[in-house]
């Protein structure tokens, strides 16, 4: 069964740690993303890599980076996690071919 | 631009209704895909559907149906004898053709829940 995992389903932080939030798939895609998810703003993109080593910018990148040393593997940073970083993140790949996302679970963040 | 919206925000049925989603669009492609996605309470978001933007025949998978009308930009989603395991958010998205390997853009989902 093809997938999308990501290490934590729930995660508790404090203001000030700095916070690793790492993804994996299996079907080979080229393409990874990482959302957050907040009540009444839908699904806004931080980042996302087409290709290994290589990123971009989403929607709201402030206060987060990025890693993609593997092809299967994306790593959502916080440098200096903040209580406005609490929220649920969102790993998806897709291959170039489909655009088509296959979702994570997710990773519900609490920064207190 | 490329945009995505879904004007109902909630939307409560009782069971064995049916109920239409709505989904409307901006593009300034001329080819392009849509996509519907389902997040139930379990939180992990499940695709539904993938259209292409050649194709405006009506589409059918059992209890759900999907109206793609090109000449008004909308792609609406229907469930036909709602069920209490419909209960969820359901977003429409469409790709960003203008971003370097095409991200999917989302509404802001609607939220639909099936009482008994």
């Known amino acids: 069964d093809v997938k999308v995992t990501q290490s934590s389903r729930y995660l508790v932080k404090r203001t000030g740690e700095k916070v690793f939030l790492e993804c994996v798939q299996d079907m080979d895609h080229e393409n990874m993303f990482w959302y957050r998810q907040d009540p009444g703003l839908g699904l806004r993109l931080i980042y996302f890599?087409?290709?290994?080593?290589?990123?971009e910018k989403g929607d709201i990148p402030e206060g987060y980076s990025v890693s993609r040393e593997k092809k299967e593997r994306f790593s959502l940073i916080l440098e200096s996690a903040s209580t406005n970083q609490t929220s649920m993140y969102l790993c998806?790949?897709?291959?170039?071919?489909?655009?088509?996302?296959?979702f994570g679970s997710g990773t519900r963040l609490t920064v207190v | 631009a490329q945009k995505v919206t879904q004007a109902q925000t909630e939307i409560s049925v009782v069971e064995k209704e049916d109920v239409t989603l709505d989904c409307v669009y901006e593009?300034?492609?001329?080819?392009?895909?849509l996509f519907w996605y389902k997040q139930p309470p379990s939180g992990e978001l499940v695709f539904l559907i993938r259209r292409n933007s050649f194709d405006e025949q009506n589409e059918i998978s059992g209890r759900y149906s999907w109206n793609f009308q090109k000449s008004t930009s909308s792609f609406n989603f229907t469930i036909t004898a709602s069920q209490v395991v419909d209960s969820a958010v359901y977003f429409c998205a469409l790709p960003n053709y203008g971003g370097s390997q095409g991200n999917l853009i989302f509404g802001k989902g609607t939220k639909l829940s099936v009482k008994p």
């Open positions: 890599s087409y290709d290994v080593k290589m990123k």
């Open positions: 998806a790949s897709s291959s170039r071919a489909n655009y088509g996302y296959t």
């Open positions: 593009t300034r492609d001329t080819t392009y895909y």
